[in-house]
């Protein structure tokens, strides 16, 4: 089984995690988009689930497929599911997100949702996270390189760029991609980032999974967080 296959089969494994009807968030990436065909699918069968997107990519995909959704700004209530993607996946179950930029949209949508079901191919789970991802970071291009520079004093910095220019988020910022190595608490991380005037959302997405599909070799494997 390649990835793309891996993915094709997490995709459809969170198909089982949705409630008959409702409102779901539809997460990001290539992994994501999988999924959001298989929901498109459900919908021209009949299915009656409204779609809260996380990106304006993911907005575009589940129109054109028909999928109801609610505006970006309110009326979500609570969210019943939200199935998205991740880059990487530690062994308590936190996450590096924001590989295709959404990170923000992203956590504000999981916060929003009751469950959050994560769906990965095997390559994305490591011991520790930063293992070989960075860690994305989105910040305001008021006093950019301020935040960028203290960015800097907690691993190496990267403002990613696409087509020789700098990348921009679908709120109009940019995103810094923070090489830290094996991140022994993402907690104090993600406070440490958060805490830097202009840093809007990091991608470390701690204690924020409740289930984490992953498909490799030998099909579907279930994780979910331990209790405490
Ligand atoms: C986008 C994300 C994606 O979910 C993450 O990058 C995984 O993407 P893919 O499924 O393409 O590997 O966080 O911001």
Partial sequence: MDQNEAKLL???????????R???GLGSGSTAKLFVDEVGARVAAGADYRGVPTSKGTRAQ???????LLPDEDGWGEIAVTVDGADEVDEHLNLIKGGGGAL??????NDAS?????IVDETKIKRRLGETWA?????????FSHARDALGKLGKVRVRAREGEAFVTDAG????DVTTGPIEDPLALDRAMRDIPGVVETGLFVSRASLVIVAGRTG??????KKK
Avoid: W
């Avoid at 860690?135 to 006093?143: A, N, S, T, Y």
């Fill in 10 to 20: 997490a995709a459809r494994a969170a198909i089982d995690e949705l409630p008959p």
């Fill in 22 to 24: 409702g409102i779901i």
């Fill in 62 to 68: 589940a129109e054109a497929l028909g999928i109801p």
């Fill in 104 to 109: 923000t949209r992203e956590k504000i949508v």
């Fill in 114 to 118: 009751r469950r959050n079901v994560i």
């Fill in 135 to 143: 860690v994305p970071v989105e910040v305001l291009r008021f006093g």
């Fill in 173 to 176: 910022n940019f995103i810094v």
């Fill in 220 to 225: 579907i494997t279930r994780l979910e967080p």
